[in-house]
Structure formats: structure tokens, C-alpha cells
């Protein structure tokens, strides 16, 4: 289920407007994971056939080289274009992307016509022919190409300058504000810029270097709203979410507020379950600006956090997909379906 930013989608009976993604072929191999929305576009990554992987690498990173199968779909025109992999190699993905295409004309939005993928990927570091522990991130930016070739374009933005850890200790935080966050267990967070393309390392207070766990369970960068701000959401092994607010052109981090999850939780939870309820194994399952969601050890319904209020609530309508959330616009002009046995014709 597509959860549309239009008001009108209220008015369904689900609660929702309920769209398939059945036109688009199936993958080669396993299934395709939703990993982005943005307008009316999804971006949908899977596996191509297994290729042969590098004689040299480590069994660690080795199992996690694919082949990129890139799909983009519009689930309202039943349209998708298929996204060839960087130059036919199989790569270890760090996050795939939707980008506005064109944007040269004022106003242009994005769509099946006007759109970039934006693949990144961990280049291994060799020393005498094995990988010694650490890599670094690579861009990939496709581009559809013009009407005389119809391919596509790939251009790649190779930064050696960021370091990372191993890849299994490399882990999506974020993305907000034009970048996007990645968080590493050696205590950094990794940002690239999707007008520039250029990676950088994020500078966080000595302190917070010192507390903070950088796991991919527990750690969240998120926007302020309209404050412009870049906020941290953390939460600690005792069941407590702290938020640490970083405005722009100000390199002082804030702890904006923690929220015990023992006080919080009462009246939502039977009360002798309070204290142990959200210690251990509660991850964060998604967050953004306006909350985090959290997910209890053996439960099947989510708990989320208001960031502005810091409030509690029981998400029982959402128990039963307890994965991450991607926004959708329904696309305008309206499509309009022509009568006609041919469902996929559509009129404008």
C-alpha cells in the first residue's frame, strides 16, 4: 500500500489509496526491494544473474557483490523503465536514490520523463592484492540519454578522500536537505551532497563521540522542518530516545530532548512490562522529521515518538508492515483511463 501525500486519498475506504506494481516485469533473481519514492516515481532495486566476483576479495564483502537490477515505476500510468547496471559490473550497494532530472526549466517536476537514479556503491581498498579492512564510497548518477542514442548515461564520482569500515558496519542513517547520511560503527557519519556529489565527513561534538552507538538499529539523521536544522535521533541500549538538534552554520550540537520509554509507554503497554518493555533489542524502524518509529523485541506492532511534542503512541495500524515508509504524490495533471478493453491506455 502507497500512502499518497494528496488529502484527497483520505476519502478511501482503506485509508489509502491502494495502487499495484504487477506491470513491472519480475527480477531475474529473488525479488525487488521498494528503496525509494519521490513524486510520483518508485525506484525498486534487486539482483540481476550472479556474475563472477573478484578472485581476491574476502568472504565478508564478497557475498554482498550484485549486479544491480534498477527499475523506476509509476503505479498510477503503469509505466517503468529499467535502469542498466554501471557498466555491467557487479558492485557493493550503499543506497539507491531517485533525483529530479532536468532542472533547467522552472517548475519542471519530476517523472517518467525527467528523472535520474543515483546508485552508490563501496569500492574496497586492496593492499597486496586483498582487501585490508576499509573502502570508500563511489556515485553513480544515470541519465537518460538523448533521443537519437535512447540509452541511458552513467557518470561516476569516485571519492578517496572519505574512508570508510568494513561494509557490514556501514548503515543508511538518513535523508534530508538536498544529502544524504550514512552511519559507520567507527563513530562517523558520512554525508554526500546530491547537487554536488561530493562526500564529507560530518563533525560531531567529542562528546556525543564518546557516547553514541552507531548502529543501524539506533541511529537516525533527520530534518528540523522548516527550521533548516539537521537533527540526530539516538536511542540508548535503556530505552531512552535523544535528540540532538545541529542548526546550519553552527557547529554546536544540542541535546533537544530525551524521552524515557518506561514513563512514555504507560498506559500503552500492561504495567509490570513497563520497565523491561523497550530495554535490549528495540530497534528504530524509520524516522523522519516529524517522528521516529520504534519497534519493541518480540512485538508485531510499532511504537512511535512525536519529535515535536516527545509523545508515545501505539501504531496498531501499521502492525502489520513493519518496514520502512516512502512517500508518494499522485501526478498532475490527473491521468485520466480511456474506456476500452485495454487497461494500460491512458489520455491526458
Known amino acids: 500500500m502507497f500512502v499518497p501525500s494528496s488529502a484527497s486519498a483520505s476519502d478511501e475506504p482503506s485509508g489509502g489509496l491502494q495502487l499495484s506494481i504487477d506491470f513491472v516485469p519480475p527480477a531475474n533473481r529473488g525479488t525487488r526491494e521498494l528503496v525509494d519514492g519521490r513524486g510520483s516515481l518508485l525506484l525498486l532495486l534487486g539482483e540481476k544473474d550472479r556474475t563472477e566476483r573478484p578472485t581476491c576479495m574476502c568472504c565478508w564483502i564478497a557475498a554482498d557483490y550484485m549486479t544491480p537490477d534498477l527499475v523506476v515505476c509509476e503505479p498510477l500510468t503503469r509505466q517503468y523503465q529499467a535502469i542498466p547496471p554501471p ?28 528523472f535520474r537514479v543515483l546508485l552508490v556503491h563501496y569500492q574496497p581498498d ?55 547520511y550514512w552511519g559507520c560503527e567507527d563513530k562517523q557519519v558520512v554525508v554526500l551532497d546530491e547537487r554536488t556529489l561530493q562526500f564529507s565527513a560530518m563533525t560531531l561534538a567529542e562528546q556525543m563521540m564518546k557516547w553514541l552507538e552507531f548502529g543501524r538499529d539506533n541511529f537516525r539523521v533527520v530534518g528540523g522542518g522548516h527550521s533548516g536544522m539537521v537533527r540526530i535521533v ?36 500492561v504495567e509490570h512490562e513497563e520497565e523491561e518493555f523497550f530495554a535490549g533489542e528495540t530497534r528504530i524502524i524509520d524516522a523522519d522529521e516529524s517522528l521516529v518509529a520504534l519497534l519493541p523485541p518480540n512485538e508485531t506492532c510499532l511504537f ?34 480511456a474506456c476500452g478493453d485495454d487497461a494500460t491506455k491512458t489520455r491526458k
Not at 89 to 113: H, K, P, Q
Not at 133 to 149: C, E, I, K, Q, W
Not at 153 to 178: N, Q
Open 304 to 337: 512511535s515518538v512525536d519529535l515535536e511534542t516527545m509523545m508515545l503512541k501505539r501504531e496498531d495500524g501499521r502492525k502489520k508492515y513493519n518496514g520502512t515508509a516512502f512517500p508518494y504524490t499522485l501526478p498532475w495533471p490527473p491521468v485520466m483511463r
Open 126 to 180: 586492496y593492499s597486496n592484492g586483498e582487501v585490508n579492512g576499509h573502502g570508500h564510497p563511489l556515485a553513480s548518477v544515470f541519465t537518460r540519454g538523448g533521443r537519437n542514442d535512447g540509452g541511458w548515461h552513467c557518470g561516476e564520482m569516485d571519492e578517496v578522500g572519505v574512508y570508510l569500515p568494513r561494509l557490514d558496519e556501514v548503515h543508511l542513517a538518513g535523508r534530508t536537505g538536498g544529502r544524504i
Open 234 to 269: 539516538h536511542l540508548t541500549y535503556d530505552g531512552e530516545v535523544e535528540v540532538f538538534g545541529h542548526g546550519r552554520g553552527n557547529d554546536d550540537w544540542v541535546l533537544e530532548m530525551r524521552v524515557r520509554m518506561e514513563e512514555a509507554s504507560r498506559g500503552l503497554v
Open 87 to 114: 557498466s555491467g559490473r557487479s558492485v557493493c550497494v550503499l543506497g539507491a536514490f531517485l533525483l529530479n532530472g532536468d532542472t533547467s526549466t522552472a517548475g519542471a517536476a519530476i517523472g517518467m520523463e525527467n
